[in-house]
């Protein structure tokens, strides 16, 4: 007799266990459904050059769904674009804590963290984005740039040595990677800028630069005397 109560008390329990379950499971998808929502609305008033607007409403969508990670990163974005580098740098780091896998997010927290001159940071999180994705092209650009600042000239060339057997690099790369070791560095024939762009205003500017002055050498010109001997 007992042993019938008692699988009668194991019943019921379990039916209340699973409805609390599905009441949880509903609870959670209508957060994230309102969630969407405030999303939706932020991404339209950003489109209209609303930002005030669309920041409140990506601070409701976050208040609705904190494991939500898209308002984290477009807000972190819209901060960014503000030069607001600190409440960029907030949100991009609540955006990994939400989402470990998320390659965007651990990208965008080491830009910030560069922008700001963090480089010890900066490097930790384009390591982890690294983790994720370690033959991406931009993440291996990033991450020389920070050993640039750094110093870290063999893991500099390490980055750009593996970036450039991809296939990636530009400009700026390139240089770097030719600074460094002190030699000449063939530029592939595709980033080379074109006649039209030698010409342009922004290379003669660019010649002003050390950058620049590369940029010119890569294409066989001989660099303007009176621009030559500037810094």
């Keep these: 007799m007992f042993e019938k109560k008692d699988r009668k008390l194991a019943t019921i329990l379990t039916v209340f266990f699973l409805f609390g379950l ?20 932020a991404v339209k008033a950003k489109q209209d050059g609303n930002v005030e607007g ?9 208040n609705e769904e904190p494991s939500y990670v898209d308002p984290y990163m477009n807000l972190g974005a819209v901060y960014f674009e503000s030069k607001d580098y600190e409440n960029a ?21 080491g830009r910030v963290e560069f922008k700001l001159k963090k480089y010890a940071e900066a490097e930790a ?3 982890s984005a690294l ?26 060339i390490g980055a750009l040595t593996k970036c450039h057997e ?3 690099g530009d400009y700026l790369t390139y240089f770097m990677r030719a ?3 002190r030699n000449r560095v063939r530029v592939p024939r595709l980033l080379r800028p074109s006649k039209s762009q030698l010409n342009s205003k ?15 050498r890569s294409r066989n010109i001989r660099v303007p005397p009176v621009l030559s001997n500037q810094p």
Excluded at 54 to 62: D, L, N, V
Excluded at 89 to 107: P, Y
Excluded at 144 to 154: C, D, E, I, L, Q
């Design 22 to 41: 599905l009441m949880m499971a509903g609870s959670v998808q209508a957060d994230l459904n309102k969630a969407k929502e405030h999303f939706n609305t």
């Design 202 to 216: 922004a290379i003669i500017i660019t010649l002003s630069s050390r950058w620049g002055r590369f940029i010119w």
């Design 131 to 156: 983790g994720l994705e370690p033959t991406n092209d931009e993440l291996l650009k990033d991450i020389g740039k920070v050993y640039y600042y750094k110093r870290n000239y063999t893991e500099l």
């Design 179 to 181: 600074k460094v070791t």
């Design 54 to 62: 669309a920041i409140i409403a990506y601070k409701a969508a976050i």
């Design 89 to 109: 740098l907030d949100m991009f780091r609540k955006a990994t804590d939400a989402d470990k896998t998320n390659v965007g997010a651990f990208s965008s927290l």
């Design 125 to 127: 999180a384009f390591m």
């Design 166 to 168: 991809n296939g990636g």
